[in-house]
């Protein structure tokens, strides 16, 4: 029996909603299989500025070190999309948790459910038995290094940095699951134009040494992108520094369909987190209408790597499996062209699954 805490930090916009049904898919997992998870719910994000002024209150992060795992929503409000200058931000809560609990690798499965073939806008043909393992670097490249402007404001500048030992860790990580798998890696990077880039060959260079058993690819960015769309199936474990990760994995989302059925855990020296990889999608907030699936795989993947309860993991992915098997769908992964698909909301998808999870 497992004994567990988890922090609940569902954020803003549909984090609330899906947040809440991953919530219920964990109360099932701890019933079927007899575990004692125990919870506490945190600010952040636009909400936390309205309450307290921060993005990320001091108390927020300290639950979140004394937590086993943290279930995460989103953070984000059009308010701070449309005003670049606003100082304080939704974001910079994101950050900092990344920063302060040492997330530093971001890890991303992209795996197209069969029944979901025809829901991508990529042939099925394409599509089908894609597998990809993103690593996407989550502490450095250009969202951490200096940035500001100058002449009067007419000129603006991030500086991209990447030290040695980050890139070896994520790299060693992405390794070592490439082992589990097809024992394939390929590295995307700029290294034909950019420093940070040309360290980062260089390092997974040297850690490909330790690995003789997987077979490296180094790839340029801007053919990673184009591949990813051509020939997916193509990858295996793919690892990539933090902005290049950023833009990859919301492209490869496509290939799972929507991005509502995409899950993250981003992990490091202490507490994981588990998120969809969506954002706050203020444009269906409120609207009963969010895909929750994203969310319930971020459970998944919370059993799976922080509790290493392989067989409950499994198990949440066999119920969304058997949900989408018997038809049912929110709106983002309907089929227009056919009419068999059984619509349903945030809170009927959640019971739906529930109700796979209690049979
Ligand atoms: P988004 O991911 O919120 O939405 C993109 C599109 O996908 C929208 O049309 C949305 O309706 C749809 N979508 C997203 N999740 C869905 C779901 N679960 N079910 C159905 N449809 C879904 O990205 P955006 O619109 O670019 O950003 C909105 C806000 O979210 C911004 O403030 C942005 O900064 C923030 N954001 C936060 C995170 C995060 O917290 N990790 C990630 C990305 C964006």
């Known amino acids: ?33 007899n575990h004692q998870f125990t919870y506490d719910t945190a600010l952040i994000g636009h909400v936390a500025i309205e309450a307290t002024g921060t993005p990320l209150p001091d108390e927020s992060l300290a639950k979140m070190k004394a937590s086993d795992a943290v279930l995460f929503g989103a953070v984000g409000h059009p308010a701070y999309d449309n005003d670049p200058t606003a100082k304080v931000r939704p974001e910079q809560g994101l950050l900092k948790m990344r920063k302060e609990l040492g997330l530093y690798a971001n890890i991303r499965p992209i795996k197209l459910f069969d029944e979901l073939l025809d829901a991508s806008s990529i042939k099925p043909d394409i599509l089908r038995g894609a597998d990809i393992l993103f690593f996407r670097e989550l502490t450095g490249d250009i969202y951490f290094g200096e940035k500001g402007r100058k002449n009067n404001g007419d000129t ?11 890139i070896e860790r994520i ?8 082992r589990t798998r097809r024992k394939k890696l390929c590295s995307a990077d700029k290294a034909n134009v950019i420093e940070t880039s040309r360290l980062w060959r260089e390092v997974v260079q040297q ?12 790839q340029f ?3 990673t992108a184009m591949l990813l769309i051509k020939d997916p199936k193509r990858f295996d474990v793919v690892v990539t520094a933090n902005l290049f990760g950023d833009i990859l994995t919301d492209e490869a989302s496509q290939i799972a369909g929507s991005m509502g059925m995409l899950a993250s855990a981003s992990v490091g020296d202490g507490t994981g987190v588990y998120e969809p990889i969506h954002g706050s999608a203020h444009d269906i907030t409120g609207k009963g209408i969010a895909n929750p699936l994203a969310s319930v795989l971020s459970v998944a993947l919370m059993l799976d790597i922080s509790f290493e309860l392989q067989i409950e993991a499994k ?17 983002d992964i309907a089929n227009a062209t056919t009419q068999n698909d059984k619509i349903l909301g945030t809170q009927q998808m959640g019971d739906a699954v529930l109700q796979y999870l209690t049979t």
Do not use: C, W
């Open 156 to 166: 603006a500048y991030d500086v991209a940095e990447y030290s040695r030992y980050e």
């Open 207 to 218: 850690v490909a040494l330790a690995y003789p058993d997987i077979s490296v690819e180094h």
């Open 315 to 331: 198990t949440v992915i066999a119920a969304v499996d058997a949900v989408l098997k018997a038809g049912y769908r929110t709106r």
């Open 171 to 178: 790299a060693r990580k992405a390794f070592e699951a490439a």
């Open 1 to 33: 029996m497992a004994n567990k805490k988890i922090l609940i930090v569902p954020g803003d916009g549909i984090g609330q909603e899906v947040t809440g049904v991953g919530k219920k898919v964990l109360d099932a997992i701890a019933a079927k299989f």
């Open 221 to 223: 960015v801007d053919a």
